[in-house]
């Protein structure tokens, strides 16, 4: 099955400074790759996607890249506030087969922005 | 976006007995609805898959029948934890997926057994 590593584990940064959180994958078939932040206490929060078939997707302070050939993607987030301080998954799915859509998810990140 | 809501949102049960999860999405249907686990810290574990109208499909390691899960319909599934123990006492999320690519999650249920 699917194999998807998150790094780092934890990951701390100014307020205005820039966050980067990596992951990698192991199965060629996976086309989706959905990012999750998870505050303290609550369910995971959908905040970005992307698809295979496309490199880098933009929403307004949040982008995530896409590199098929390496098998990695990666979450940034600039001009970081306070506010974005929790957990982010991310996790990788194929829709193609008997799958169902079942997500893989990394360990998470905790991110901590200091004000 | 799309609503997914779980209840109750936190349960305190005694020993042996059962409790009933609820996941509704509230403004889509939901052709398969997952259920996780969660301990502190940590990662969401997949339960179970379960589509409407159909049996649950369980991970390895996960107990059907202590775990019993039911989508009734296209906008509500259930957990049931049976004859809990200590052990079971963890965080529940259920998400729910339609048609497209995204999955939704809901908050998340505090269960604790004593």
């Known amino acids: 099955g699917e194999n998807v590593e998150q790094h780092p584990s934890t990951l701390s940064v100014q307020e205005g400074d820039s966050a980067v959180i990596k992951c990698t994958y192991s199965d060629s078939a996976s086309n989706y790759f959905p990012w999750y932040k998870q505050e303290l206490g609550k369910g995971p929060q959908l905040i970005i996607d992307i698809r295979s078939n496309v490199g880098e997707k933009k929403d307004q302070r949040i982008a995530v890249t896409l590199n098929k050939t390496a098998k990695h993607f990666s979450l940034h987030i600039t001009e970081t506030q306070p506010e974005d301080s929790a957990v982010y998954f991310c996790?990788?799915?194929?829709?193609?087969?008997?799958?169902?859509?079942?997500?893989?998810f990394g360990r998470g990140t905790q991110l901590t922005v200091w004000p | 976006g799309a609503v997914v809501s779980q209840h109750p949102s936190w349960v305190i049960c005694k020993s042996g007995t059962s409790v009933k999860i609820e996941c509704r999405s509230l403004?889509?249907?939901?052709?398969?609805m997952f259920w996780y686990r969660q301990f502190p810290k940590q990662s969401l574990m997949l339960m179970a898959t379960?589509?409407?109208?159909?049996?649950?499909?369980?991970e390895q390691g996960v107990e059907k029948d202590k775990f019993l899960i039911n989508h009734a319909s296209l906008t509500l599934s259930t957990l049931t934890v049976t004859s809990a123990h200590p052990e079971d006492s963890s965080f529940y999320i259920c998400s729910a997926r339609d048609s497209t690519y995204e999955q939704y999650f809901g908050p998340g249920t505090r269960l604790t057994v004593t």
């Open positions: 996790a990788a799915t194929s829709y193609r087969g008997s799958t169902l859509g079942r997500l893989y």
């Open positions: 403004d889509f249907q939901a052709t398969t």
């Open positions: 379960s589509n409407e109208g159909s049996k649950a499909t369980y």
